[in-house]
């Protein structure tokens, strides 16, 4: 009996070690690790001709998501927005209608063309060459769409100019999705700027909606189709039309700024 209860009491041991053991197992390197994504492969290997110092830095590229750098354009959260908002959207280089070939909504298959971005070099580059054209006939986006801002020109340019990789980083600024006191003027209308004003702009916009100011966004705001659209709520137009959804944090602001009462602030 006494044997009986000592190996009853061994084999339960056995087992609960067993468990805690497997309760340990996925080892969690914890959020000191950097997590590297391989990218080697979006890249033209023979492309290094027009680099003029360090060949290197282009190949292979390697994406480390490190803490961001203001001295660093980073291409998803700057550069991808200013192409998918004016682009990237129906009818133009969107999936479907890949016009010339060209579907800007992901760094794969922007750089997988060798003159649309040269890396460096904003004269080999025809993206750069494109928006920055001074003969509106030739210009992208094309008329009757707005130009790109001064601000997102230059973005660009400092993106080609560093290397036009593909680098990504954490807490970016404009990451941290603040919502407390929203204001129209810094939050809430950059956000239309970046992704809606090629269609809605202020001459002859689509549905006759501007969004270029207060009162165009303020009319759409009060009347519901605003959080409907961006949010994708049954029943409503999903915009951008065609193109991806706005990030998450911007829907956020714009819901904020709608419940703490749609001011012009
Ligand atoms: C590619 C062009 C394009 C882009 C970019 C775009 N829209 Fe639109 N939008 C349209 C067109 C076209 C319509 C009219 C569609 C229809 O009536 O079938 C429309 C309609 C709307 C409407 C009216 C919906 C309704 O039910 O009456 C709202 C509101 C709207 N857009 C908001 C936005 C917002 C906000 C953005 C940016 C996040 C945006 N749009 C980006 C083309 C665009």
Redesign the pocket.
């Known amino acids: 009996m006494m044997i009986l209860r000592i190996w009853t009491f061994l084999i339960l041991l056995a087992l609960m070690s067993l468990w805690s053991c497997r309760t340990e197992i996925p080892f969690d390197p914890g959020p000191m690790e950097p997590e590297i994504t391989d990218t080697t492969t979006n890249v033209n290997p023979g492309d290094t001709t027009t680099t003029p110092g360090d060949t290197s830095i282009i190949n292979p590229v390697d994406t480390l998501s490190e803490p961001c750098d203001t001295g660093i354009v980073y291409f998803e959260s700057q550069i991808l927005p200013i192409l998918q ?1 004016n682009c990237a ?4 280089h969107d999936p479907v209608t890949a016009e010339h070939d060209l579907i800007l909504t992901s760094y794969e298959s922007l750089m997988s063309h060798d003159d649309v971005v040269v890396p460096f070099d904003l004269d080999k580059s025809e993206l750069y060459e494109k928006i920055t054209e001074d003969d509106a006939e030739d210009r992208m986006p094309p008329p009757p769409n707005a130009a790109l801002t001064q601000p997102q020109i230059a973005l660009i340019r400092k993106w080609i100019l560093q290397g036009a990789e593909n680098m990504t980083c954490e807490n970016m600024a404009g990451d941290v999705c603040d919502t407390t006191a929203v204001s129209f003027s810094s939050d809430v209308q950059p ?2 700027n970046t ?2 004003i ?3 702009g202020s001459s002859n916009p ?2 006759g ?1 501007s ?1 270029t100011n207060f009162n165009g966004v303020a009319g ?1 705001a009060n009347s519901g ?2 959080l ?3 949010s994708w709520s049954n029943g ?2 999903r ?5 991806n959804q ?1 990030p998450q944090c911007n829907i956020n602001v714009i819901e904020a700024w709608i419940n703490q009462g749609a001011l012009n602030n």
């Open positions: 908002g959207f129906a009818g133009c956000i239309f992704y809606c090629t269609c809605h689509n549905a909606i969004l759409v189709k605003l409907g659209v961006i409503f137009l915009m951008p039309l065609g193109g706005i």
